[in-house]
């Protein structure tokens, strides 16, 4: 039996240790969920409701313990994790809004009786959990699913497998029906053996090429449904903006966050040639320069922590590393943190104006600026990606946003906010190598459950005359 362990990024120290789940285990997990499927599923939809009520008790009374423990496992900032168990709990109550308001039933009546619109569960869920939102984005998949009917095997990343158990422990006490929810430990051969058992929906958070590689495996099987909500290239716009101070704080915001390791994160920042775009540079990198990256548990509150692992710092540095040897321009230079552990990386910014560099995520606090000619220029330039998943833009000027918003081409895109900024009460997804139109957050129960129309007569009686052509 493979044991893995996972490791606090800030101090090297273990914080969970133990087995991967064997490739029977795995079919075990799937099997329970799909004996547990019928009945779960046929259940009036207010027991369902107060199972999920029963799980939001558990995460609200462990809060405190819990986002110290996702502090441990990814570094992050305490004040960020406490946040992400603030989101995990309010899901719960915007789940049941959102599957009351776009996944319910309704009734109309006709001539013949009544046209009734249901929703069914799809059966066997697998969700993959990521490792930046360990707890609230599988959280996101988990809770509709469940209110909808469907039962769930989960597997969290490899890198955040104690913040899985902790939801599987929390989910426990909410004295779910054996079968309906299960935890499946494991790296990439864990989650392998799970897509190759009979399973009906896949919901996935993670990279644009784990993705695109699930698309592929699936694409012979229409009848799982995916739900993929992955990276981005995305881009944030500056264009007649007069504050730079101002500016940079909401580039700031839509960079460094959570380390740079947030999806929507803004990689690619444009800003006119000229005066205007120095200006706006400078304050950016003013503002970086004041930044505090430090363990989670320092005496004074850090902005951000390490990335996830020395592995994932290393393979960043590397990425930034062939931006400049192509030709990019170092703004400020990133490297290690002194004094601290290797997982650690100083913000980056470089220039890569008329520099050829790749279309792909730096998942990291990196940087990179493009200077463009006209406000035309400068959508084209942040349109020029195969990724859609969020954008903004930052200006004075009205008008600008009322052309932005119509050219540009991602599913979260924002106006004088941070790229970063999303609500549970809205849909979260992108376009293109950023998902396959099934965004979640509000629309997430949309995934979670299919539509049945019905026409439907309370009695049987002759429709001949409904017939035509009839001989007399």
Partial sequence: MTRFTSIDPATGDTVWEGPAATGEQVAAAVSA???????????????????????????????PAMAEAISRETGKALWETTAELGSMAGKVDLSIKAYDERTGERTAETPFGTATLRHRPHGVAAVLGPFNFPGHLPNGHIVPALLAGDTVVFKPSEETPHTGQLMAECLAEADLPTGVFNLIQGARDTGAALLDQPIDALMFTGSGAAGAHFRRKFAEDPHVILALELGGNNPLVVWDAADAEAVAGIVVQSAFITTGQRC?????????????????????????????????????????????????????????QQRI????????????????????????????????????????????????????????????????????????????????????????????????????????????????????????????????????????????????????
């Fill in 33 to 63: 969920a799909r004996t547990a499927f019928p009945d779960w599923a046929d259940r009036p939809r207010q027991d369902r409701i107060d199972a999920v009520k029963r799980y939001q008790t558990a995460l609200k009374a462990r809060a």
């Fill in 264 to 320: 929507s994160c803004a990689r690619r920042l444009i800003v006119p040639e000229g005066p205007q775009g120095d200006a706006i540079i400078e304050a950016v990198a003013a503002l970086v320069d004041r930044l505090v990256f430090a363990p989670w548990n320092s005496p004074s509150e850090p902005y951000g922590g390490p990335l996830i692992s020395p592995k994932a710092a290393e393979a960043a540095l590397s990425a930034l």
């Fill in 325 to 472: 040897a192509a030709g990019a321009r170092v703004i400020r230079a990133s490297g290690p943190v002194d004094n601290l552990p290797g997982a650690f990386v100083k913000p980056a910014i470089i220039e890569v104006t008329g520099v050829t560099v790749p279309d792909e995520e730096m998942f990291a606090p990196f940087l990179s600026v493009t200077r463009a000619a006209s406000f035309d220029a400068a959508i084209a330039e942040a349109n020029a990606t195969r990724y859609g998943l969020s954008a903004g833009l930052v200006s004075d000027n009205p008008a600008n946003w009322d052309h932005f918003i119509r050219r540009i081409r991602a599913g979260v895109v924002n106006f004088n906010r941070p790229t970063t900024g999303a609500a549970g009460n809205m849909p979260f997804g992108g376009l293109g190598a950023s998902g396959n139109h099934r965004p979640s957050a509000y629309y997430a129960a949309d995934y979670c459950a299919y539509p049945v129309a019905s026409f439907e007569a309370g009695a049987v009686r002759n429709i001949e005359g409904e017939i035509k052509g009839l001989r007399g």
